[in-house]
């Protein structure tokens, strides 16, 4: 004699075995989304964590210090010795450098993405970001731009591709005189 099932007990046993498919599903994507994205995230933190290193190492006068803090993509241009120039020519203007914010004061961020040209592939996006910070120095302040570029958004570096010190008009202790800055040979 066969054993008469009943519906209700086949109906729960196919919904919580969907149930059960589905938080699978879910777990599965998490941990994909979780080690896909580290790079984003670890990227962005040392981001964050590169431009006041960078800025202790200026005010250290530890330009190699800095220098490890660029990207390796861009070192042969942006050396120890190229950002000690630029710190320089600002120090002999407003002095030494006195204080930076512990965060930047103004961010800019673009991104684009591509085909290839050889197959019409979709190419990973790009990323570019730049950070301003307004430094104190002795004399008056400057501003120092920071720029991040990333050609794969999901293994960012956040190291250094560009740098720059700019002074400040305000800060500047070039003051023009009374004379007339006309040709004398009239």
């Known amino acids: 004699m066969q054993q008469k099932k009943n519906p209700v007990f086949l109906f729960l046993g196919v919904c919580g075995g969907c149930v059960l498919i ?3 599903g879910v ?44 990207n390796t993509q861009v070192a042969p241009e942006l050396t120890a010795e190229k950002i000690k120039k630029i710190e320089e020519a ?9 204080s930076f914010p512990a965060k930047p004061e103004s961010e800019q961020h673009s991104s684009s993405a591509s085909a290839d040209t050889n197959t019409g592939a ?3 996006p790009t990323l570019e970001y730049t950070w301003k910070y307004r430094l104190k120095y002795k004399k008056g302040s400057a501003t120092a731009t920071f720029k ?10 956040g190291k250094v591709t560009g740098f720059d010190i700019q002074a400040d008009g305000a800060g500047d202790s070039t003051k023009k005189s009374g004379k007339s800055e006309t040709s004398d040979k009239d």
């Open 22 to 24: 589905g938080f699978i």
């Open 27 to 70: 777990g599965v994507l998490g941990i994909v989304g979780y080690n896909k994205g580290k790079g984003v995230i670890d990227g962005a933190v040392n981001m964050a964590n590169n431009m006041p290193a960078f800025l202790m190492n200026l005010k250290a006068k530890n330009y190699d210090g800095a220098a490890a803090l660029v």
């Open 90 to 98: 600002v120090e002999k203007k407003l002095g030494p450098l006195e």
């Open 122 to 124: 979709q190419k990973m």
């Open 148 to 157: 991040f570029y990333e050609s794969d958004i999901l293994h960012m570096s």
